[in-house]
């Protein structure tokens, strides 16, 4: 998979999420402006396992809430929320919010139980959204500067310096990048160059390298693209 089509599917996904977290709060707001309140009781606390990628196991525990409906009917409900440890202990008197359409749609009067789905679900696709929109705005913004250099800037030769890894991953894969440095007769001045992300080792195909085309904007050298078209092009992707 490129790495490209795996920010479009971040930013998918944050915006799927977000659609998600806008869908529980207008749910939980439109429940709200009809739901009635009764006194409820914890009659029990049950416990659901999660497992992680990783293997490990997680334990959150859910309160079973038990309230009388208007016409006497008594009636019982899981929350939504769970928890670790345990909101809420058996015996605990708890505030009802019911639907008086249908009272087996009630919920504990609770910031978390009521919110809590649209909160994370917000986090989540504002995180993803940004990481996928960010990264693609980039590669956008990029493209259009290296289009501009190609038509307007000024080609120098540079010096080859080295070859570095970057720190971090994506999708498992750290990019690695060319540097150079070129000084600016002009001015006197010394620039270091670094290319575009290389998802392949590209160190064999830089053993006699001794300079590097890059393409500067003459006014802000730090506008810049190094010219690595020589590389096969199955390491940039």
Not at 73 to 81: A, M, R
Not at 208 to 217: G, R, S, Y
Request: charged share 20%.
């Amino acid at each position: 998979m490129k790495t490209r089509k795996l920010f479009w599917i971040f930013l998918f996904v944050g915006i799927g999420t977000l659609y998600g977290s806008w869908v529980f709060y207008n749910s939980t707001k439109i429940f709200l402006k009809t739901a009635q309140t009764a006194d409820g009781v914890v009659i029990d606390v049950i416990s659901k396992r999660s497992s992680d990628s990783d293997g490990h196991t997680s334990y959150s525990y859910y309160p079973i809430v038990r309230y009388k409906a208007p016409s006497g009917e008594s009636l019982q409900f899981e929350s939504n929320y769970g928890s670790n440890p345990p909101s809420y202990n058996k015996g605990e008197n708890v505030e009802v919010l019911f639907d008086p359409g249908d009272f087996k749609n009630a919920r504990i009067n609770s910031f978390l139980a009521l919110w809590l789905g649209a909160i994370i679900c917000g986090i989540i696709g504002t995180i993803f959204s940004l990481i996928g929109g960010g990264v693609l705005w980039y590669g956008f913004n990029k493209k259009k500067t290296n289009e501009s250099l190609r038509l307007t800037g000024q080609r120098v030769s540079t010096d080859f310096t080295e070859v570095k890894q970057k720190n971090y991953q994506v999708n498992g894969r750290s990019p690695w990048v060319v540097l150079s440095k070129w000084q600016n007769l002009r001015t006197g001045e010394t620039h270091i160059f670094e290319s575009e992300s290389i998802w392949s080792d590209p160190r064999s195909y830089l053993q006699d390298k001794k300079t590097l085309e890059v393409l500067i904007d003459p006014q802000n050298p730090k506008k810049h693209h190094m010219d690595v078209s020589f590389l096969p092009k199955e390491i940039h992707s």
